[in-house]
């Protein structure tokens, strides 16, 4: 099944990183960058402002290209 993305808040992007199955992690943070990290996933760096809000396209680009989500798994993460 495609997933559908849509717009969110940087703020929820983060808040679905953060939780489980991915469980991210902030290390560490200057300004508005945050740098997260997970077992078993690449480290990512968080770049936003948290009320900015980000199109369904970066979104997408997060969760498939940076992250390495499978289409079934991102399905299961939005849901």
Do not use: C
């Amino acid at each position: 099944m495609q997933p559908t993305f849509r717009a969110m808040k940087a703020r929820e992007l983060l808040r679905l990183l953060e939780r489980a199955p991915l469980s991210y992690q902030v290390v560490r943070q200057t300004g508005s960058h945050r740098r997260l990290q997970a077992s078993g996933r690449p480290p990512l760096t968080f770049a936003f402002h948290d009320a900015q809000e980000l199109p369904p396209g970066l979104v997408r680009k997060i969760l498939k290209r940076d992250v390495g989500l499978a289409d079934d798994e991102i399905v299961a993460l939005l849901n």
